[in-house]
């Protein structure tokens, strides 16, 4: 049995290969699980699903994991679209969507676009779509750096994640954020614009779907203003907040987080369904 964090890795990658999906355009996923409700995990802006694999590990036990890595999707349309793809290739109907960091705002706009494929919503370490009208100067200045530039740039803004963190997840950081085009980074930044340009702030009132919302108590990307406005737009949502695991407790405090997702998936769906 692997016991360090090096070969636990390996051994996830050799029983998870990528899927692909060609159409409508190129996408990749992991899967894993057999039993119980689909979750669609939506990572943050590297989009690599691998990097989640302590949590995918955790939550595979009592799960199906339908876990993309994101391409240089063109727009927020596009991007949605190609979630619903795989989740056809993976033949899920309705899937509990789960979201961290940017995929939150990924998870959001799917949400509200396929309210039908959406059985409930997990927003993990995130906020609310945040209108960018009046900073669009910002993506431009964005579309004009190169890309080594760009890379530079998306390793400072998230190296502050993993201050403290095992050597480990700072080499598949470091790793990750090396393998990115500047199309990539760039899509992200497009992407996160036009979810808060389309959905904004406003409360949505009743949703159709539970939803719950993961914090941080001392998370640095989302401090409190930023978790109290996720509040106000979701008022009927349950919240649980992890102290002292800053902004990736589903990497430091990955079977914790697990369970508290799989405790709100079992009282909202049926958890030790097999897969059809």
Do not use: C, K, N
């Not at 036990?61 to 240089?72: G, K, L, T």
């Not at 039908?116 to 927003?123: C, D, F, N, Q, V």
């Amino acid at each position: 049995m692997p016991t360090s964090i090096e070969s636990r890795f390996e051994a996830f990658r050799a029983a998870h290969p990528p899927i692909h999906v060609p159409r409508p355009e190129p996408w990749t996923y992991i899967r894993g699980g057999r039993e119980g409700p689909a979750v669609l995990l939506l990572g943050g802006a590297l989009g690599v699903a691998e990097f989640a694999f302590t949590a995918i590990t955790a939550l595979e036990r009592r799960a199906r994991v339908i876990a993309p890595d994101y391409p240089a999707a063109s727009d927020l349309d596009s991007l949605v679209r190609g979630l619903a793809a795989v989740l056809d290739h993976a033949g899920v109907d309705r899937a509990v969507v789960a979201g961290g960091s940017y995929g939150g705002l990924v998870a959001q706009a799917f949400a509200r676009m396929h309210p039908e494929r959406t059985h409930s919503l997990i927003l993990s370490h995130t906020g609310a779509p945040e209108p960018m009208r009046g900073r669009r100067w910002a993506v431009r200045l964005l579309e004009m750096i190169p890309e080594v530039v760009l890379r530079a740039l998306l390793r400072r803004r998230l190296a502050t994640a993993l201050r403290g963190a095992d050597p480990f997840w700072l080499e598949q950081f470091h790793a990750i954020v090396s393998g990115l085009s500047g199309a990539a980074i760039l899509s992200r930044v497009r992407i996160a614009a036009e979810a808060g340009d389309r959905f904004g702030r406003e409360p949505l009132g009743p949703v159709p779907y539970p939803v719950l919302i993961v914090e941080a108590d001392d998370d640095p990307f989302f401090p409190q203003a930023e978790r109290a406005a996720l509040h106000r737009l979701y008022p009927g949502a349950e919240v649980h907040t992890f102290h002292g695991t800053g902004h990736l407790a589903a990497v430091v405090a990955s079977e914790r987080f697990a369970s508290v997702l799989l405790d709100f998936i079992s009282r909202h769906g049926a958890l030790g369904q097999r897969e059809p």
